[in-house]
Every structure is written in structure tokens, then in C-alpha cells.
């Protein structure tokens, strides 16, 4: 057989290739598969075997992994990737104690993202996504959710998912697109979210002509939107046919998680605070815990989501950067992968089910994104890491040696010496 790509040598390959979303205990049961090598031709994955059996296909490129770790490309399935500006001086605030609502309440945080999103041009806008995920790239990750909500307006939510559409075809990165008009309330509204929301949902028609977004979300907390606030603008959002996200139980308890089960929702996310009775929702629900440990941490918060009772409970759970300019500014998963199994002390075989297939379902990509298997899109990272436990281990780094998409060498550490 003849192959564009051949992997060899591959001390540890993890397929990931279950049929997802893996959940409760079964998150702890990860296949590794030793001495294995891959074929890719064009943009697939065509054969998986041992390195003796390998012998038989010709390639045109021999990648040899060194008898390291090779994994599929990381999915990230939360970020607010399209913003203008940015916001190093509200470090100093927080440092000072104000909280990160207080900020909001304030006219900063978000709304002042929102400001300088207005200001910035399409070209602006989309050479800085390009730029982010580039940087995703670099650490690993092949398919991103990226969200809008820094608009606030019909013409700067319309531009940023327009931002999203375009770089998704720019960029080899895949892009999943959610719609997140209900992110904050801006001061023309302040005393009266509930027309704000009537006002956003008059968008949901012309992105669904456009096809430029696959799911709503909203952020359902203390000051922004409350549960029977966005129970109302979901249940539209659902009849006309757009999956459901909710930023849930961020900060407050205020049962977002319940209400992302009672919608079935794809994803309740954050979760930081959720209640028992939301954990056991979620547990017997298909909704995935898509948790955020690296906002907790950047927030300087001790309220870390308990993803170990949820698991425990039965729960699929993804992690994710929640990659913005205010709450989490990081694009490197491998971190984030850290965090959670420091502060939410969960196995690296958990670790690796949340940012691979459990990832991929959340975004509505379980079936395209998150594995390695024959006939898949080849979305696979050779780390410099003898093992899969290394990467949580060797933490804020990048381990990323060769990024392939879609068949496609897109990244490749270079050498200094
Ligand atoms: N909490 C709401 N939204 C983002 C933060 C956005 C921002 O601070 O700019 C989040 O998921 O953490
Ligand atoms: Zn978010």
C-alpha cells in the first residue's frame, strides 16, 4: 500500500477511537496501543498497525516519533476567540480585589472588549483570530469552538461571526461556530435585559440564513441574564433548530446547570459553582460538563467545578481553555490539562477523554474530531513526551512536536542547535 504519510515508531498511540462521549467511569479506561505506526493518504487516516507490520507500505514521508507519544490533534470546545483590544490592566484591578462582576458592573470586563470590538475593523478582527489560532495550532489543538458575544450590537455580532466564517476557511484549523449575543447587557439596556434579549434573538434568523453559527449560548449569572430569562430565549433558540450552550454556575449558584439538562443542551459550561442537584442532573443527562479550571485559576478563585463528583456521579466531562481576553488568556490546552489534574484532581486518562472525544462531542464533532481511526481525517500531534502522563506532568509549556490536519504538516518544532 502506498501512503503520503507514515508514522513510525510510536511508543504510545492513543486512538481515543471509543464511541463517545465517554462518561463516568469509563473515562478512566484509555487504550494505549505500543510499537504502533500510521498511514495517511490525502487528507485520512488509512491504515493503524505494529511497526513490523508498517514494513509493507511505501511512503512518500517517514515520520519516525522516536518511541514517543502520538495523540489525536486536541479539541477545544470553548473559546471567545474574535475580540479587539485587549486587557492587561485589569490584572491590577483584580489584584486589588474587585471582582470580576463588580468590573462588569463598572462598564469594564466584557463591555470594555466590547468597545474596542466595535471600533476594530473585519480586517482587524480577522488578522487577530488568525493570529490566536495560530497559537492554538502550535499547542496541539485541530478543531476550536469559537464564540461571538463581544458585539452586543446587531452589526459587531453579525461582523464577528462573519470574523469566525472566514477564518475558518483561511485557517486550517476547523472552527465551530456559537452564537453568544447574550453575553452581557450593554448600558443602552441595563434596565431591561429582557428586551435586550428579544432584541439579540432577531438575529437568530438571518444567522441561520447565513450558516453562521451551529449553537446559542448565554451567560446565565448574577447581573446578567437569570434562569427564566434565558429558559425563554433558549426554547427560541431551540425551535429554530440551533443547538444549545449555557455559560452556567460561573460565579453564582444560580441552577444554569439544571437548566442546560431540562433544555438538553449540548454543553452546560464553567460550572464552577453548580449545586448536588445540579450535579445529578447533569449525570443522567447527555449534556457534557464542558469545565474551565483555567478561569477559576486566572480569576484567582477557590471555587474549582467538582468534576470529580461529577465523573463519580456518571457525568461526561470535556475541559477547555475558555480562551478571552478577560477571564482565561491562554491558548494552550496542555496547561489547562495541568489544572485539571491539580485542582480538580482528575487522572490523565480522564484528562485525556476531556480535551479528545468528549471535547469533540460537545461541540457537535464526535463523529469527525477527537480519535485517530481508518477512515477519519488524520488530526494527530507527535509530542516530545515519552508518555501520555508526561503531558499534565511537565506543566506551561509546549510539548507539541508535529501538528498534522486534515493529513497536513501545519506545525513542526523547529530546532535551535
Ligand atoms: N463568563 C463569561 N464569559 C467569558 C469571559 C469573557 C470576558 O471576561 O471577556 C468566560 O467564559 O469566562
Ligand atoms: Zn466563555
Redesign the pocket.
Known sequence: MQVDILITNIGELLPMDKKGPVRGKAMSELTVWHDAAIGIKNDQVVWIGSGDEAKVLEASNVMDAKGRLVTPGLVDP?T?LV?GGS?EKEMALKQQGIP?LEILKQGG??LS?VRATQAASFEELLEKALFHLDRMAMHGITTVEAKS??GLDHDTEMKQLRVVKEANEKHPLDIVSTFLGA?AIPEDYKNNPEAFLVYMSELFEPIREERLAEFVDI?T?TGVFSVPQSRRYLMKAKEMGFGLKI?AD?IDTLGGTELAVELGAVSG??LAVTSDEGIEKLANSDTIGVI?PG?SFYLGKDDYARARQMIDAGAAIAIST?F?????VTENLQLIMSIAALKLRLSPEEIWHAVTVNAAHAIGRGEVAGSIAVGRKADIVLWDAPNYLYIPYHYGVNHANTVIKNGKVIFERQAIR
Do not use: K
Request: cysteine-free.
Open positions: 470553548h471567545h475580540f486587557r470580576y470586563g466584557i472588549t458575544g463581544y453575553h451567560f449569572e455559560h460561573e459550561d464553567h474551565l478561569t475558555d478571552n481576553p478577560g477571564s482565561s
